[in-house]
Nanobody, 113 residues
Framework: QVQVVESGGGLVQPGGSLRLSCAAS?????????MAWHRQTPGKDREWVAF???????TYADSVKGRFTISRDNAKKMAYLQMSSLKPEDTAVYYC??????WGQGTQVTGSS
């Protein structure tokens, strides 16, 4: 069973940057798994943020395109979300998803002015 654990969240000023990490421990086939990041703000539906396929091709929600970058390191069984030019509306709990079925517990990102 794959355990997904996110880290790297915190408090950041608008315009700042933050890098989230996602570890997929127990994965035997990480290189064959697609990875994604979602986020959720209280009172709102969960929102898809970014996706990376097994070839490293990426797609992004319009709200983060040009500011966020998803990446992966198959040798380390890790995925990342580099966030730049952060806005207050980026405040949310960010979730990593392994192969469309295993979710982590989330990591909080809070924009602070």
């Amino acid at each position: 069973q794959v355990q997904v654990v996110e880290s790297g969240g915190g408090l950041v000023q608008p315009g700042g940057s933050l890098r989230l990490s996602c570890a997929a421990s127990g994965s035997l086939y990480f290189q064959h798994a697609v990875m994604a990041w979602h986020r959720q703000t209280p009172g709102k539906d969960r929102e898809w943020v970014a996706f990376i396929d097994v070839n490293g091709d990426t797609t992004y929600a319009d709200s983060v395109k040009g500011r966020f970058t998803i990446s992966r390191d198959n040798a380390k069984k890790m995925a990342y979300l580099q966030m730049s030019s952060l806005k207050p509306e980026d405040t949310a709990v960010y979730y990593c998803v392994y192969d469309n079925h295993s979710w982590g517990q989330g990591t909080q990102v809070t924009g602070s002015s």
